[in-house]
C-alpha cells in the first residue's frame, strides 16, 4: 500500500491506515437479516431460546480448528487421523477443505455476526481456490476437480464425486462478489459431472449412498445458483438411482466386501440430507416417502440398544457411533412427518456431541515439511457437525424438548 500524507499527519494516524490495510472494516448483516431472506437453512433461534452448553460447544467446535502456517497451507490443516492411519505414507495428510468448513463457517457467522467465523471461510475459500484444485491436467476427470485428502495436499490426488463440494465457494462468492468463487464452483460442477459419466456410476447401488449422494448436494447448489437445468438433469438422474437402488437392494446397502452389503449409518444420512435438497426444489410424494423409508431403516437396523448408532454393520465395526450425520437424517424425517419420536432417537448422539472436549488450540509452534503448525482439530470437525447439530437444537428448541 502507498498512502500520501502531509508531513503533519501522525504516527498514529499513519498506523490506523496501516491495521485498517491489514484488517480493514468489514459490513455487518445481523441474523435476524440473513433469517427472514431465508438464503441459510433453518438454524437461526432467538437469543432467548439459546442454549448456552449448545452456543459452547458450536463456537468451540469452529474456533477449535487448528492454523497452519505457510504459503501452501494457510487456510488448511492436516488430518491427524487419516495421517496416524498411514494414508500419507509417512507424510502428514492434509484435509483439502473436506465437508466443505467454509460452508459451515458461513453458516455460524450468519447465525451468531461474529466477524472472525466469516474471516475463517474467506480463508479456507482462498486456499480452496488456489491450492484445493486441479489447475492443469491433460486428464479431464482431473481438472478442475477438487482434490480428495492427501499428502501434500495434491500428491497421490484423486478426483471422485465424495469429496468434491461448492456451496462454501459460493457463499465466499455472495459475500465479496469475487467472480472466482463462482467460477471455481462450477468447474467443480463441470468435474462431477465428467466423473458421474464412468462406468463406476452407472449401476445403482455399485458405489456407498455418499458417493451420488454428494454429488446431489454439489449439483443441486449449482442448479440453485445458476437456474441452469443441466445441473438439474443430472440430479434427477442421480435420484433415480437412488429409487432404483432400494427396489433392487430393499435399502440403500453398500458394497464392503466383494460378497457383503451393509448399511453405513453416516454415508446413507449423506444422501439423505443431499436427496432433502433436492426435495425442497421438486417435492414429490414419492421422494418424500423414499427418504422416510430410508430414516426408518437406519431407526430401525443402525441403532444400538444404548441409544446410540453403530459405525457400520460390519460385525467387526459394529462400534458405538457418534457421527453427527445421522443428526440431520433424524431432522429431515422429523421436518417431512412432523413427528417428534425422530428427535428422540438422537437425542444420546447429541449430547454427547455436545459434551465432546473442544480440542486445545494455539500453544508452541512446530515445523512440519513446508508448513508451521499449531494445535487444533482438522477442520473437517466443524464441516462435518455443524449443520446436523444445529438444525436438530433447532428442532429441539422449537419443539421444547431441550
Known amino acids: 500500500m502507498l498512502h500520501f500524507h502531509s508531513a503533519e499527519e501522525s504516527l498514529t494516524e499513519i498506523d490506523h491506515q496501516s491495521l485498517m490495510y491489514q484488517m480493514k472494516d468489514r459490513p455487518f448483516i445481523r441474523p435476524e437479516v440473513f433469517q427472514d431472506a431465508k438464503v441459510m437453512p433453518d438454524i437461526f433461534l432467538d437469543p432467548s431460546e439459546q442454549k448456552a452448553e449448545v452456543e459452547i460447544a458450536l463456537i468451540g467446535r469452529c474456533d477449535g480448528h487448528g492454523r497452519s502456517y505457510g504459503m501452501m497451507c494457510w ?38 455476526g461474529e466477524r472472525r467465523f466469516m474471516d475463517y471461510m474467506l480463508t479456507a475459500a482462498q486456499h480452496w481456490m488456489d491450492v484445493d484444485i486441479c489447475h492443469y491436467s491433460k486428464n479431464p476427470l482431473l481438472l478442475g476437480g477438487q482434490w480428495e485428502h492427501t499428502r501434500r495436499h495434491v500428491k497421490d490426488g484423486v478426483m ?30 463441470e468435474n462431477v459431472l465428467a466423473l458421474l459419466e464412468t462406468p463406476m456410476y452407472q449401476t445403482a447401488g455399485e458405489s456407498n449412498a455418499r458417493e451420488t449422494g454428494w454429488a446431489l448436494r454439489t449439483l443441486t447448489a449449482l442448479y440453485i445458483e445458476t437456474q441452469d437445468k443441466k445441473w438439474l438433469e443430472k440430479c434427477e ?16 446397502l453398500a458394497p464392503y466386501t466383494d460378497n457383503t452389503l451393509i448399511r453405513v449409518g453416516f454415508m446413507i444420512s449423506v444422501a439423505i440430507g443431499s436427496l432433502m435438497r433436492y426435495y425442497r426444489i421438486a417435492p414429490s410424494e414419492e421422494l418424500k ?114
Open 237 to 252: 438422474w442421480i435420484v433415480r438411482q437412488f429409487m432404483v437402488w432400494k427396489e433392487e437392494y430393499g435399502e440403500w
Open 289 to 402: 416417502q423414499l427418504l422416510l423409508d430410508a430414516v426408518d431403516d437406519l431407526v430401525e437396523h443402525a441403532m444400538l440398544p444404548c441409544g446410540l448408532f453403530y459405525y457400520k454393520e460390519l460385525p467387526s465395526l459394529n462400534r458405538l457411533g457418534t457421527n453427527t450425520l445421522l443428526l440431520e437424517a433424524l431432522t429431515i424425517a422429523y421436518e417431512l412427518s412432523g413427528d417428534t419420536a425422530y428427535l428422540r432417537y438422537g437425542k444420546l448422539t447429541f449430547e454427547r456431541a455436545v459434551r465432546e472436549a473442544v480440542p486445545s488450540t494455539g500453544g508452541a509452534k512446530r515445523h512440519v515439511e513446508d508448513a508451521v503448525l499449531t494445535n487444533g482439530a482438522a477442520t473437517k470437525n466443524f464441516a462435518q457437525s455443524f449443520l446436523p447439530l444445529t438444525l436438530y437444537y433447532t428442532a429441539l428448541v422449537k419443539e421444547k424438548m431441550i
Open 75 to 112: 487456510g488448511d490443516t492436516p488430518d491427524m487421523n487419516y495421517t496416524t492411519q498411514g494414508r500419507g505414507k509417512g507424510m502428514l495428510v492434509w484435509g483439502n477443505n473436506e465437508y466443505d468448513f467454509p460452508h459451515a463457517c458461513a453458516m455460524q457467522y450468519a447465525r451468531t
Open 160 to 189: 471422485v464425486c465424495s469429496h468434491e463440494w461448492v456451496e462454501g465457494l459460493l457463499d465466499y462468492y455472495h459475500f465479496t462478489g469475487d467472480e472466482r468463487g463462482f467460477q471455481t464452483a462450477v468447474g467443480i460442477g
